[in-house]
C-alpha cells in the first residue's frame, strides 16, 4: 500500500470512527410497560410523569398541591408510608428562605440498622415551565424504582425516597431535610438525580470526595454507566449547585446524576412529557435502580477510597482507575517521550532546538485557534443582532459549530504545510508531545479528573511514532492496522470532548474558545497519523473545507430563526413602584420584536432594574413606561424594636396582600449582622455567595396568606429602610388595553412572565 494512499485510507478511518463516536446517542432503547418487573421501564415511569409535569407546579402554586398530592397518594400505594415535612427552608448561600413540604418515604432493609441510601430528585418545577425533565424525570425514576424494588427481594440497607421541594428557588427542599427531618442523620449515602434539558446521557456528573469506591460500583452495577471525572473537576470551580451541594456539606458521601442534551428546553415550556427524551428517563431509572441494589446490598461504612480518573467510551464503555497511578502513568509517558525523543535524533536528524521551538510554535497555534473562534462566534452574533438577518438563537447550532471546525480544519492545514518547510515533522509533531506532556503533568497535579485526556492520546502518538509513523517508505499492512489503532485513543477521548462541550456549552462566549482550542489539540494529536495525507493535499483541500465552512454557515443562519419549533426565550415583566406611583414594562430580550413592541414600543432604553431586581443579577433589561394601576404593595408592619446605642433590634411582620409566589426583603445602607425568619436562623451575610457590604436581603418563597416574621439586628442606632418586593406570576390586566397573547415563536423561561410591586419602609 502506498505511503499517500495509506495516508488517506487512515483518514477514512478516523473520520469513520469520528463520525459514529459523534452521531451516536449513548441512551439505551425505553422499554416497554410489558418488560420484566424486576426492570426498570421509561414507559411505565412516563404513566406518572404524564400525570403530574402536564403544567408548571413552582412552589406556592395550586399546581404544585396537586402533584404534590398526587405523589403522596402513589407512594402511599406503593406500599410505603410517605412522610410530609412542612417547614421553613433556608440556605443562607443563595440568601433565600421559603415554605417548603418535602415528601419522605423509607423502604425498610433487613439489617434492622438505621444506616440508609438516600435517592433524591426535587418536584417542584420553575413557572416557565411543566418541569418533565428537571425534574419531573428524577421523580418518576424514584417512584418506578420504588416499584421494582418491591417487588425484589429485600436489601440489607434501608432506602430513602427523599423527594424535596423549593429546589428552584434555592435547594430550601434539601436545606430543610437535613437540618430538621430526623431520618437525615441515617444518611449514609446519597444518589441524587437532575436534569438541564431534556435529552441526552443521564451523566455521572459530582461525586463526594474518596470516590474510588462509588465509582466502581458504579461501572459495575450500571447497565449503561456515562460519565467523566473531567467534567466533575469542571463543575467544582463553577458556582451551580443543586441538591446534592447541601447533602454533601452535611457530610454525606454521594453521587451527582443529570442529563444536559437540548438545553434550550431548560425551564421553559419546552420542558413537557411529550418532548422528553425516552432514552434520558431509561438511563435516569437504570442508574437510580442499579445503584439502589448495589447501595442497598453495601457495607455503608466503607464506601469511601482514593478518587478515580473515569469516562465514557462509545460502546457501552466505562474506563476508570484509581488516582493512585495518575504519577506513574504520567512518568511512564515522560519515560517513552524521551526514549522517542532520542530515537527521532538518529532516525530523523531532530534538533532539540526545532523541537522546543516546535512547542512553542503549538502553543501560538492554539491561542490562534481560541481568537479565531471567538472572533468567529462575535462576528456571527453582530451580523445576528445588528443586520436585517432574522433574529435567532445560537446557543445550541450546530451548523455554526461544525463551520467553525471546518473553518478552523482549513486553518491548521495551511499552518502545518507552512512550518513544515521549516521543521522536520517528527520534530514538529514531539514538540506538541512535550506540550502535551507537560499538560499532563500539570492536570495530574491540579485537574487529576482530567489527566486521562492527555495521558493516553500521547502515549498512543509516541508509540506509533516510534513503531510507524513519519516512515518515507511504504508502510507494511502490519505498521498500517498500529497506526489505524494507535488513532483510537486520541478519536475516542476528543470527539467524545467535543460532543460533551458542544452539549454543555454550546456556541457561546464560553463554549466557542474551549471548543477551538480542544479541536487544535485534537488535530496534533493526530499529527503522526494524518502526516501523508497533510503533505500530499496541497491548497485544494483548505480550499474545499472553507467552502464546506461557508455552506454550513448559511445552514446555520437558516436553522439559527426561530419558530414554533425553535421558540425564542425571553422574560417579560410589568413592574409598579407603590413608592412613586410609577410603572415599567420589561424584558429580557436582545431586540424587540413584534410581541414585545406592543409593550415596549419601538425605541425602549436598556439597563439594570436596580429597584426590583438585585444588582448583580447579569441581564440588562429593555424598559418602558407603563400605565401605574392600582396593586395592593406588600406591607411591613413593626412588632417590637429595641436599641443598645451601637445596635437596634427589630421584629417585623411581613405580608404580600397580594399573594404573591416570592417576597424579596432588602436592607440598603446598613450593615445586618443577623437576620431570621420564623424562627429559623437566615445564616451570616458573609455566607451569602452575592452578599455587599452594606447591602442586604433575601427572597422568601410561597409566603404563608397570614405573612412571615422576621427579626434584624443591625449595626446602626438611626432608621433603617426596608425595601419589599413581591412577585407573582402572569402579567396584570390593565383596563383598556389588548396586549396580544405571547405567539408560538416566542415563550417564557425560568420565572416566567410576572409582576413586580415594590414599596419600602422606615424604622
Same mark, same amino acid.
Given at each position: 500500500?502506498?505511503?499517500?494512499l495509506s495516508g488517506w485510507v487512515i483518514l477514512l478511518f478516523v473520520l469513520l470512527v469520528a463520525g459514529v463516536c459523534a452521531v451516536r446517542e449513548g441512551t439505551p432503547d425505553a422499554l416497554p410497560a410489558t418488560a420484566s418487573q424486576d426492570l426498570f421501564s421509561a414507559e411505565r415511569a412516563l404513566v406518572y410523569l404524564n400525570a403530574f409535569a402536564t403544567a408548571p407546579h413552582p412552589l406556592g402554586s395550586a399546581e404544585h398541591n396537586r402533584v404534590r398530592d398526587y405523589l403522596l397518594s402513589q407512594l402511599t400505594t406503593l406500599g410505603v408510608t410517605p412522610e410530609l415535612q412542612r417547614t421553613t427552608g433556608v440556605t443562607p448561600r443563595y440568601e433565600v428562605a421559603g415554605t417548603v413540604e418535602n415528601i419522605v418515604a423509607r423502604l425498610k432493609g433487613t439489617s434492622g440498622g438505621a444506616d440508609a441510601v438516600a435517592l433524591v430528585a426535587h418536584y417542584d418545577s420553575v413557572p416557565a415551565g411543566p418541569g418533565a425533565a428537571d425534574d419531573g424525570a428524577g421523580v418518576a425514576a424514584l417512584l418506578e424504582t420504588l416499584r421494582a424494588l418491591r417487588g425484589g427481594p429485600p436489601l440489607r440497607n434501608d432506602i430513602l425516597f427523599v423527594i424535596t421541594d423549593g429546589e428552584e428557588d434555592g435547594l430550601l427542599g434539601a436545606s430543610a431535610f437535613v437540618a430538621e427531618n430526623a431520618a437525615a442523620k441515617d444518611v449514609r449515602v446519597v444518589v441524587n438525580f437532575e436534569a438541564r434539558g431534556n435529552a441526552g446521557e443521564s451523566q455521572l456528573f459530582e461525586t463526594s470526595a474518596g470516590n474510588g469506591r462509588l465509582v466502581q460500583l458504579f461501572a459495575e452495577? $450500571?447497565?449503561?454507566?456515562?460519565?467523566?471525572?473531567?467534567?466533575?473537576?469542571?463543575y467544582k470551580h463553577m458556582p451551580?449547585?443543586?441538591?446534592?451541594?447541601?447533602?454533601?456539606?452535611?457530610?454525606?458521601? $454521594?453521587?451527582?446524576?443529570?442529563?444536559?442534551?437540548?438545553?434550550?428546553?431548560?425551564?421553559t415550556p419546552l420542558d413537557n412529557p411529550q418532548l422528553l427524551d425516552r432514552g434520558s428517563l431509561q438511563q435516569q431509572g437504570e442508574n437510580a435502580l442499579s445503584l439502589a441494589r448495589s447501595l442497598g446490598s453495601a457495607d455503608l461504612a466503607h464506601l469511601q477510597d482514593r478518587d478515580s480518573v473515569y469516562f465514557s467510551i462509545p460502546g457501552n464503555l466505562f474506563g476508570h482507575y484509581s488516582s493512585r497511578i495518575l504519577w506513574p502513568l504520567a512518568m511512564a509517558s515522560g519515560v517513552l517521550l524521551l526514549g522517542t525523543l532520542f530515537y527521532a535524533s538518529g532516525a530523523w536528524q531532530t534538533r532539540f532546538l526545532h523541537i522546543f521551538a516546535g512547542a512553542f510554535l503549538h502553543i501560538g497555534i492554539l491561542l490562534l485557534l481560541a481568537l479565531i473562534g471567538l472572533g468567529f462566534m462575535l462576528g456571527v452574533r453582530w451580523l445576528l443582532l445588528h443586520t436585517l438577518l432574522p433574529e435567532g438563537g445560537l446557543d445550541q447550532n450546530l451548523f455554526y459549530v461544525l463551520g467553525l471546525f471546518s473553518l478552523l480544519t482549513a486553518v491548521q492545514i495551511m499552518l502545518y504545510n507552512l512550518l513544515r518547510r521549516k521543521i522536520v515533522p517528527p520534530a514538529f509533531f514531539l514538540g506538541g508531545a512535550l506540550l502535551i506532556f507537560i499538560l499532563a503533568l500539570v492536570t495530574s497535579k491540579w485537574l487529576p479528573g482530567g489527566s486521562y485526556l492527555f495521558v493516553w492520546p500521547l502515549l498512543a502518538g509516541l508509540l506509533a511514532t516510534a513503531a510507524a509513523a513519519f516512515r518515507p517508505a511504504h508502510p507494511t499492512f502490519l505498521e498500517f492496522c498500529i497506526l489505524c489503532v494507535l488513532s483510537l485513543p486520541a478519536v475516542l477521548l476528543y470527539v467524545a470532548l467535543l460532543k460533551g462541550f458542544y452539549t454543555a456549552l454550546g456556541f457561546t462566549l464560553t463554549g466557542v474558545p474551549l471548543l477551538s482550542a480542544a479541536f487544535g489539540l485534537f488535530f496534533l494529536l493526530l499529527f503522526p497519523f494524518l502526516d501523508p495525507v497533510l503533505k500530499s493535499v496541497g491548497k485544494l483541500l483548505p480550499f474545499l473545507v472553507l467552502v464546506g465552512a461557508f455552506v454550513l454557515c448559511s445552514y446555520g443562519t437558516k436553522a439559527a430563526r426561530y419558530s414554533s419549533a425553535h421558540p425564542k426565550p425571553s422574560l417579560l415583566s410589568y413592574a409598579l413602584d407603590a413608592d412613586t406611583g410609577k410603572a415599567l414594562w420589561t424584558s429580557s430580550t436582545n431586540r424587540i420584536d413584534f410581541w414585545t413592541a406592543h409593550y415596549l414600543g419601538t425605541s425602549p432604553s436598556r439597563g439594570k432594574l436596580p429597584d426590583f431586581v438585585p444588582d448583580w443579577y447579569p441581564i440588562e433589561f429593555l424598559q418602558h413606561e407603563a400605565p401605574a394601576i392600582t396593586l395592593a404593595p406588600p406591607q411591613a408592619e413593626l412588632l417590637e424594636k429595641s436599641s443598645d446605642g451601637a445596635t437596634r433590634t427589630l421584629r417585623l411582620h411581613i405580608t404580600t396582600p397580594r399573594h404573591a409566589r416570592t417576597?424579596?426583603?432588602?436592607?440598603?445602607?446598613?450593615?445586618?449582622?443577623?437576620?431570621?425568619?420564623?424562627?429559623?436562623d437566615l445564616?451570616?451575610?458573609?455566607?451569602a455567595r452575592s452578599g455587599q457590604p452594606g447591602h442586604w436581603g433575601f427572597e422568601y418563597a410561597n409566603p404563608a396568606a397570614e405573612g412571615i416574621d422576621l427579626r434584624l439586628l443591625v449595626e446602626t442606632s438611626g432608621p433603617i429602610t426596608v425595601v419589599l418586593v413581591d412577585r407573582s406570576s402572569g402579567l396584570p390586566a390593565i383596563l383598556g388595553a389588548n396586549f396580544p397573547p405571547r405567539p408560538a415563536d416566542s415563550m417564557p423561561i425560568h420565572s416566567g412572565d410576572q409582576t413586580m410591586v415594590r414599596r419600602s419602609f422606615v424604622f
Open positions: 500500500m502506498g505511503n499517500r452495577t $450500571g447497565p449503561h454507566p456515562s460519565g467523566s471525572s473531567l467534567t466533575y473537576e469542571i451551580n449547585d443543586t441538591d446534592m451541594t447541601v447533602f454533601k456539606k452535611y457530610g454525606a458521601a $454521594g453521587l451527582n446524576f443529570a442529563f444536559i442534551g437540548h438545553w434550550e428546553a431548560y425551564h417576597l424579596h426583603v432588602g436592607v440598603a445602607q446598613t450593615e445586618v449582622l443577623s437576620a431570621s425568619v420564623n424562627g429559623h445564616g451570616k451575610p458573609s455566607e
